[in-house]
């Protein structure tokens, strides 16, 4: 069966710090992988997709960047985090060439003060 | 403007109710898809139905593509329904990005 573990649950961080959350996959080669977002109260928003290892697209430029060093990892970061950055984050995997299932990570709160 | 808007924005019902939410989106979809959002956030993939009409347990969804609308019927409600229903399009040109609704919250009462 496959899993998918997102880090970390929660995090608190002072504005110009930087982040690093984390999502793995076991149980499936090759998925496609997504970073979503949702400030509180707000609309659900892609943020980034992977297809392949290495190679992510962007989707919303909020001074985010994101990375797949490894088939079932991935990765989103910012050296310096702002207000604007709090929210909800999400990452999901669909299998390969299609996403018409998506499955979620139980997501990382992020307050940033 | 909105890619994807829903309604009603939030919804009361009493246990064995039926719900019917709506979606409506602006731009050609190749994709359209439900989740449930629950209370604490986490996110489930409900339905994939670009077109025409699906059903899985007490959920029916059906598309009119061409109206370019969406709605998620919901029979015999019970408490555990209770938490926030979205729907996301593509935009046609590309299945791996996905524009979400603000979507509807509904309150399932005993």
């Known amino acids: 069966a496959q899993t998918i573990h997102q880090w970390p649950v929660a995090e608190i961080k002072a504005v110009g710090s930087p982040l690093s959350l984390g999502c793995t996959i076991k149980g499936k080669s090759s998925p496609n992988l997504y970073w979503y977002w949702q400030a509180t109260g707000g609309t659900l928003q892609q943020l980034f997709y992977s297809i392949t290892v290495g190679q992510v697209e962007s989707v919303v430029q909020l001074n985010l960047s994101a990375s797949r060093p490894k088939d079932d990892q991935f990765i989103l970061s910012t050296e310096k985090l702002l207000l604007s950055h709090s929210g909800f984050y999400l990452c999901?995997?669909?299998?390969?060439?299609?996403?018409?299932?998506?499955?979620f990570g139980s997501g990382t709160r992020l307050t940033v003060l | 403007g909105q890619q994807v808007q829903q309604s009603p924005a939030s919804l009361v019902l009493q246990e064995g109710e039926n719900a019917e939410l709506q979606c409506n989106f602006s731009s050609t979809a190749t994709q359209l898809q439900w989740f449930y959002q629950s209370p604490g956030g986490s996110l489930v993939s409900l339905l994939s139905n670009p077109s025409g009409t699906k059903h899985t347990g007490r959920l029916t969804s059906t598309t009119v593509t061409k109206e370019r609308r969406s709605s998620l019927h919901i029979s015999s409600s019970q408490t555990t329904d209770s938490g926030t229903y979205l729907c996301a399009i593509d935009r046609g040109s590309n299945y791996n990005v996905l524009y979400f609704g603000s979507g509807t919250k509904l309150t399932v009462e005993p």
């Open positions: 999901a995997w669909s299998p390969t060439d299609s996403a018409e299932t998506l499955y």
